[in-house]
């Protein structure tokens, strides 16, 4: 009965919240006649991080005003009050470089819009703040911290930030994009996420886990009292001339907090589309399906596959004078100048779906959305493909072939979809054995007709000539990439377009099988042949192609 009662309550409060806002907007309205200005509703309404970086957070709050479009020199600001003379100083400010026009909304549009500030990338560190980590240097800064346990008590005569400074210099050091900290029942495991894999890098005494736990919570902005509940934050730190933007995920496990940090801005993302490792047909494939004035492209794969990088690759490659790009991203990673980049904010309502109307609004030429997860956000996307929008998204599905299957799963018409889609690519992510010890590798017999057997079922229409001799590579390990025989990582791809016979079978609803079998008779080559046409040209070896291809 209890539970019942708090659903009714709760149902009622959702009621009168939403009447409380449609009052308060209506109220906005009048207010904007009075004073003769445009109104706008701004709730829900996405706004670029680059626009508003140019009114800092506490000045947009104590002038209860914010800016939320930017077209050429003219700024839109959205405000409250129009007597505030704090917004007048703002204004007075903006001048000297912008446009200023002036729209109000009301109280509660703008709290909500206020919240967007805190999924924005912040800058580095200033060396005059109190939280300041100084990141260790050097080549020998990952023995350094492999030799912290031989310190013994010693440990404990560094400082907490020195600790914190020297296990991020030697994640950077070593290109990693994920630092571990797990607390076991005597130990701190730190490990490294290096090219996609997980390395153990130093087991650190217990005691030093809660003030090196309380230090990555101060410069998160997490709450230190908290300790049984999932947190995330970020923070930034300078690297010699690099800013890198650290994400934070605290997880309560049976020995304390586990700890997970993402650093962002190691990799480039400024990519030549030349730079993904696209090959021959399927090169040609994604350079004339860009082309197009409109059409949806999409690419799939796992969590970590390097979607995001093709994505980011295909928009720096269509950018240009003349179009306008908009991104919905959950969150934006890198910023990448001349596009309209916008975050996911789920506390203020904002979602793909809603996102993606609202951005559609904004007239755009080219849309990115980072995910396509539901029917809402599916049939938009397809929606706006039909209407003269070029749209990129990504979509989690093992291969090419079973992204057709999965959108109409969500509910999305065949008769939306079949037009709509212009390409469909998956990939993964090898790593590169090192060139600084590559050696030339011998396949036993049976894994040389292991590999033949997959060149055997190459389509003739792909182009591919597969070489009679076939030479494969392998590293050893050196300094150079840390004795693990790897250094960095390529894409390897499926792609296919969506022709008349696979817009048909779209109709038909049928199988993946299906689709992948109509793929390759166009010329597909799946990504385990093109992992391997890889290994030839001494970009990887086969023990990592069998690693990642394997089913």
């Known amino acids: 009965m209890s539970d019942f009662t708090g659903n009714k309550s709760a149902k009622i409060s959702e009621v009168f919240t939403d009447l409380n806002r449609k009052f308060e907007e209506q109220q906005a309205q009048r207010m904007a006649k009075v004073h003769n200005l445009p109104y706008f509703d701004l709730t829900g309404f996405p706004i670029d991080q680059a626009v508003l970086a140019e009114v800092p957070e506490d000045t947009a709050s104590s002038a209860q005003a914010i800016p939320f479009f930017k077209e050429g020199p003219l700024l839109r600001i959205a405000m409250v009050d129009p007597e505030n003379p704090n917004l007048l100083a703002l204004l007075k400010e903006l001048k000297k470089k912008s ?16 919240r967007q500030y805190k999924k924005i990338i912040v800058p580095a560190v200033s060396p005059s703040s109190k939280h300041e980590v100084v990141v260790a240097t050097g080549a020998d800064v990952l023995e350094k911290l492999k030799n912290l346990p031989k310190l013994g008590a010693g440990v404990g005569e560094l400082s907490i930030s020195e600790i914190l400074g020297m296990i991020i210099g030697a994640a950077v050091n070593t290109r990693s994009s994920d630092i571990h900290l797990e607390p076991e029942k005597k130990f701190v495991k730190v ?13 650190l005494p217990v005691s030093i886990i809660r003030n090196l736990l309380s230090r990555i919570k101060l410069l998160s902005g997490l709450k230190l009292n908290i300790t049984s509940a999932p947190q995330d934050g970020r923070f930034s730190i300078k690297s010699g001339e690099r800013s890198l933007d650290l994400r934070v995920s605290v997880l309560p496990t049976n020995y304390g907090e586990s700890v997970v940090i993402r650093i962002l801005g190691i990799q480039d993302v400024g990519l030549n589309i030349n730079d993904l490792g696209l ?10 399906e860009l082309a197009k004035p409109n059409g949806m492209i999409l690419t799939t794969g796992p969590t970590g596959s390097g979607k995001t990088t093709t994505l980011y690759a295909f928009l720096n490659y269509l950018n240009r004078p003349g179009v306008k790009i908009i991104t919905l991203e959950d969150p934006v990673e890198y910023q990448l100048e001349g596009i309209n980049q916008t975050p996911i904010d789920r506390a ?16 755009p030429d080219i849309v990115m959305v980072g995910e396509i997860r539901d029917f809402e956000t599916g049939e938009t996307a397809a929606q706006a493909a039909l209407t003269g929008h070029v749209v990129l998204s990504t979509l989690h599905t093992n291969d090419a072939a079973g992204a057709i299957p999965r959108l109409l799963d969500l509910g999305v018409k065949p008769v939306t979809l079949a037009p709509a ?5 998956a990939q993964r992510l090898l790593r590169r054995i090192c060139p600084d010890c590559k050696e030339v590798y011998r396949p036993s017999s049976k894994e040389l007709e292991r590999v033949r057997g997959v060149f055997s079922q190459i389509p003739r229409k792909s182009g591919v000539e597969v070489p009679e001799r076939l030479i494969f590579y392998h590293s050893k390990g050196c300094a150079k990439c840390h004795n693990l025989g790897y250094r960095g990582r390529v894409g390897i791809f499926e792609v296919f377009a969506v022709d008349d016979k696979i817009q048909q079978a779209i109709f038909d609803q049928v199988s993946t099988n299906q689709i992948k079998k109509l793929a390759q008779e166009q010329g597909m080559v799946t ?6 046409l890889k290994a030839l040209e001494g970009l990887t070896d086969l023990a990592e192609v069998w690693r990642v291809t394997e089913k």
Do not use: H, P, T, W
């Open 99 to 114: 446009e200023a026009e002036l729209y109000l909304v009301s109280k509660s549009g703008l709290a909500v819009a206020l």
């Open 191 to 203: 490990r490294f996420r290096i090219d996609g894999v997980l390395q153990d890098v130093v087991m």
């Open 279 to 288: 090959r021959g047909s399927a090169f040609k494939v994604i350079e004339e």
């Open 348 to 363: 203020a309502g904002m979602d793909f779906a809603k996102g993606l109307r609202s951005i559609l609004r904004q007239d």
């Open 421 to 425: 889609l212009n390409a469909l690519l």
């Open 527 to 532: 990504m385990q042949q093109d992992a391997i």
